[in-house]
């Protein structure tokens, strides 16, 4: 059964570090560019972070550029976006999927990283 499970949000102060982890099936995950997502109530989901299926390539998109990295275990099925820095804006849900999302693959439930003092 396909599944994307994501973990590692909380609350954290301004300045802060997180460390989100994405727990992926065999068949969503390899040999597929992964990336991150995040959605704020109200917005559309937009993507992060993504990395090529051996690693090669991560390209990081919008105001978390230079504040995350992302990150694969190819053995575990796991992808990782390590966050540092982090700022109030970037309160959201995180979510993991291919690059390439496809309806038939769905979403996980998404991990909630809020930033507040």
């Known amino acids: 059964q396909a599944y994307l499970v994501e973990s590692g949000g909380g609350l954290v102060q301004p300045g802060g570090s997180l460390r989100l982890s994405c727990a992926a099936s065999?068949?969503?995950?390899?040999?597929?560019?992964m990336a991150w997502y995040r959605q704020v109530p109200g917005k559309q989901r937009s993507m992060v972070a993504s990395i090529t299926p051996e690693m090669l390539t991560s390209v990081y998109v919008g105001s978390m550029k230079g504040r995350v990295t992302i990150s694969r275990d190819n053995a575990k099925n796991t992808i990782y976006l390590q966050m540092n820095n982090l700022k109030p804006e970037d309160t959201a849900v995180y979510y993991c999927n291919r690059v390439v999302t496809s309806s038939a693959i769905g979403w996980g439930q998404g991990t909630q990283v809020t930033v507040s003092s």
């Open positions: 065999r068949d969503i995950f390899n040999g597929y560019g």
